[in-house]
């Protein structure tokens, strides 16, 4: 409560008091986290992306090997907004960075980071006139035009785009400071780095570059594969260590959606790095979406797709399934590097978008299926389904994509990893899933002002308003089951749920739950005909 200030002549008194009632916003849901090789951009550092040309700017244009730049584009095509990217690295190789000296100078440049991309940038150097105006701040701590030179750096794609930079006044004096050509390369450029102003004998450089003075980098190299099991890089164990791989998603405040491609387009995830990766989005709240296997088409044509089908499940199957989802078949579409050719991709790129786009019109409550879940850019789907050949995969929890012909390609299931009829999850469902997570993550954001605070009866009251209330917005949007808020959800905090034993340990409890609403898969109508002159 405002300290109220002395009262001192008979009359009327405004107050202004604060608001001690806590709400509840409810956290992004369809932010998608990419990780796998790209052809350039910084190597395990997760960078936000708003679309896809965002992508190309950060980390280059499609690439054939690699398969990640592929899902991000479908990714965005599909109605996802924002994501976040890292790229992964593999370097057998003695060096992966392009790199070459100046003429005229011992100083060595280098691209901002590893692979082929390197080799297409070039520098030229110029010198100011000797009568140059020099800037204020350079010229007041003694440097003169002698001192200083400009790069002009230019870097070529692989489609002849060009991308140029202009750096001027670096130099390589002591007194320079900011304006030293390691220093002001790494604060304005975004092609290339000056390792050090040291020679090979570690003494300072202080020859400025040739006037006129031309470089092209070489040397660089693309990552190599990084195999089925990703190289390492998403042991889950070691990933808060390392901040390699899944490690640098930790520096990502909320993800929803993991999508890891297979790391070519012939290749696979081994399943055991599939069961990291689900781990880890248990620890994240998020949900890992997972290509099929390449053999299961071939095991649905000779008529195995059962056996194959359970044995694939069986192999992804973990404690962390939950905050799994398998979508089968892989999509084809046509490939600009190909010239239009229809290719096989996987799908997980697609499927983050479509979630993506149904969480923006009707909440993560709705099941990303059915007839509005279009996927978009497809051409053919790898494998046409039949209602027998769905009917085998939603029994295992694998989720279909259909082609309706008019209707188009869609999903046509919303079953997580544990979705299996035997099994009889409470998680069955990948909307009532993602709904709960929703739901922990908002919640255990929004509570965080709890703490210190203290534990008696008006702490827990102002607990059940603010949740209560945080539910009910969710219950007027459709989100839960029931007539009633009484029926939709509960939520109790009181000396029932903390005991004078949690208030000693300074533990308050509070106790949440929902009725979900489940997605309608199966629709039964029953139609009778009625004789005629029959009431």
């Known amino acids: 409560m405002a300290v109220r200030p002395p009262v001192g002549y008979p009359g009327v008194y405004v107050e202004e008091e604060p608001d001690r009632d806590e709400s509840i916003p409810g956290v992004p849901t369809s932010i998608a986290a990419f990780l796998g090789r790209t052809s350039r951009g910084p190597v395990n550092g997760p960078v936000l992306i708003l679309g896809y040309a965002d992508f190309e700017r950060v980390f280059g244009d499609l690439h054939e090997d690699m398969t990640l730049a592929y899902a991000v584009r479908d990714f965005f095509l599909n109605g996802g907004e924002q994501a976040y990217v890292v790229r992964l690295f593999k370097d057998e190789q003695d060096s992966d960075t392009a790199r070459g000296v100046l003429p005229g100078s011992p100083l060595t440049l280098e691209a901002a980071h590893p692979g082929d991309w390197g080799n297409r940038i070039t520098v030229e150097v110029t010198h100011p006139a000797a009568d140059a105006k020099v800037p204020h701040g350079l010229a007041a701590r003694g440097l003169t035009a002698d001192d200083l030179f400009d790069l002009a750096v230019t870097s070529e794609n692989r489609k002849g785009r060009k991308s140029r930079e202009r750096i001027r006044s670096a130099s390589l004096h002591e007194d320079a400071r900011h304006n030293r050509v390691d220093l002001l390369l790494e604060q304005r450029s975004t092609l290339v780095r000056c390792p050090g102003i040291e020679d090979d004998s570690g003494a300072r450089i202080t020859t400025r570059p040739a006037d006129g003075a031309s470089l092209t980098l070489s040397g660089g190299c693309d990552s190599d594969p990084l195999g089925e099991d990703l190289a390492g890089l998403m042991d889950a164990d070691a990933h808060a260590a390392t901040k390699i791989g899944l490690g640098a998603l930790d520096d990502v405040d909320v993800f929803n959606l993991l999508v890891v491609p297979p790391d070519t387009r012939t290749g696979r995830i081994a399943p055991a790095t599939y069961q990291q990766m689900?781990?880890?989005?248990?620890?994240?709240?998020?949900?890992?979406?997972?290509?099929?296997?390449?053999?299961?088409?071939?095991?649905?044509?000779?008529?195995?797709?059962?056996?194959?089908?359970?044995?694939?499940?069986?192999?992804?199957?973990?404690?962390?399934?939950?905050?799994?989802?398998?979508?089968?078949?892989?999509?084809?579409?046509?490939?600009?590097?190909?010239?239009?050719?229809?290719?096989?991709?996987?799908?997980?790129?697609?499927?983050?978008?479509?979630?993506?786009?149904?969480?923006?019109?009707?909440?993560?409550?709705?099941?990303?299926?059915?007839?509005?879940?279009?996927?978009?850019?497809?051409?053919?789907?790898?494998?046409?389904?039949?209602?027998?050949?769905?009917?085998?995969?939603?029994?295992?929890?694998?989720?279909?994509?259909?082609?309706?012909?008019?209707?188009?390609?869609?999903?046509?299931?919303?079953?997580?990893?544990?979705?299996?009829?035997?099994?009889?999850?409470?998680?069955?469902?990948?909307?009532?899933?993602r709904l709960a997570l929703f739901l922990e993550e908002s919640l255990f954001r929004g509570t965080k002002w709890v703490v210190f605070e203290p534990n008696d009866e008006n702490l827990w009251a102002r607990l059940r308003l603010s949740i209560a209330g945080f539910l009910t917005g969710l219950f007027r949007q459709g989100a839960f089951q029931g007539q009633t808020q009484h029926e939709a959800f509960f939520v109790r905090c009181d000396a029932t749920t903390t005991t004078p034993d949690d208030i000693a340990s300074g533990l308050v409890n509070v106790l949440v739950g929902f009725a979900p609403v489940k997605p309608a898969e199966f629709v039964i109508l029953h139609l009778q005909q009625k004789a005629g002159g029959a009431s």
Not at 308 to 316: N, P, T, V
Not at 331 to 359: C, H, N, W, Y
């Open 278 to 433: 689900m781990r880890y989005c248990e620890q994240r709240r998020a949900v890992c979406l997972i290509d099929p296997e390449p053999g299961l088409v071939q095991a649905a044509e000779r008529g195995d797709l059962g056996a194959e089908g359970r044995a694939f499940i069986d192999s992804l199957m973990n404690d962390a399934a939950a905050n799994g989802a398998v979508y089968f078949p892989r999509v084809m579409a046509p490939d600009p590097l190909r010239a239009g050719k229809v290719s096989v991709f996987p799908a997980g790129g697609m499927i983050a978008g479509v979630i993506a786009r149904t969480d923006a019109t009707r909440g993560v409550w709705k099941a990303p299926a059915g007839v509005e879940a279009v996927l978009e850019g497809v051409a053919e789907l790898e494998l046409k389904l039949d209602d027998g050949l769905n009917g085998v995969l939603n029994s295992l929890g694998i989720n279909a994509m259909r082609d309706f012909g008019v209707t188009g390609k869609v999903v046509w299931g919303a079953r997580t990893l544990r979705g299996a009829d035997e099994l009889g999850d409470e998680w069955r469902y990948l909307p009532v899933r």
